[in-house]
């Protein structure tokens, strides 16, 4: 969910206003995919590099992230939908934006409706360091790929098949890095609290133009069935 600072540079106001802003964006976009029928929606909220801002900034951004949880998580869970988190639960993170993250993700855990992952003090780095610290911590001398990926933050997640980068910046910024190895991805100059619904139908167009391979040569004759 990028751009949000520059939103609100563009219009003289402070960057947290441009956070404030992205927050319309995202439930508009989380109805909108939800609408569709997608079942996993993964929105990158802080990443582990995001402590390098301005004290002031994170701050607001602890604040904001527990702000939303609490008033958002009843109308979450009225509408089936299943929230996970998936990062570091470092000494950083504020117990009480942690005890937060618990209740909202144990009031809807039972939900059978999409699922709304938020990365919060995410790094695709970190987390595959911290899976294979804990595949050596079980005793194991094998590390293969199946290891790896049961020991992500959200195993049962499957690996995304989009994945939007807004506000014109083309890079991965250490996001799901695993996870996006045969993602198709969709670059957006849109400023994320400008992102609505019809952003996201353009870019689910973008993807269903695509063609995709998975390393082998497509059709039902290519070695991926
Ligand atoms: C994304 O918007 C929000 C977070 C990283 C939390 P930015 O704050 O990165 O906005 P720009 O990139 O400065 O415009
Ligand atoms: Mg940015």
């Given at each position: ?14 960057r947290t206003a441009g956070h ?15 609408d569709l029928g997608v ?187």
């Open positions: 969910m990028d751009g949000n600072g520059r939103w609100a540079e563009q219009r003289g106001l402070p404030e802003a992205g927050e319309k964006a995202l439930f508009e976009v989380l109805d909108g995919a939800d079942r996993w929606f993964t929105v990158y909220a802080f990443s582990t590099e995001n402590w390098r801002r301005p004290p002031d900034e994170v701050q607001f951004l602890l604040r904001f992230n527990e702000q939303i949880l609490l008033s958002r998580q009843e109308e979450l869970h009225q509408r089936n939908i299943r929230i996970q988190f998936i990062g570091r639960r470092d000494r950083r993170v504020p117990r009480r934006l942690i005890r937060r993250m618990e209740e909202a993700a144990a009031l809807t855990q039972s939900n059978t409706g999409l699922t709304l992952t938020i990365a919060f003090n995410y790094g695709g780095r970190t987390e595959l360091v911290d899976a294979v610290q804990r595949i050596l911590d079980s005793g194991t001398k094998r590390v293969t790929e199946r290891s790896i990926t049961r020991h992500l933050y959200a195993p049962e997640m499957p690996d995304p098949d989009l994945v939007i980068r807004t506000s014109g910046e083309y890079r991965v910024s250490n996001f799901l890095l695993w996870e996006m190895a045969y993602s198709e991805l969709v670059f957006s100059e849109t400023l994320w609290p400008d992102f609505r619904r019809e952003h996201l139908h353009a870019a689910i167009k973008e993807f269903q133009d695509r063609d995709r391979r998975f390393g082998g040569l497509g059709g039902s004759e290519g070695p991926q069935r």
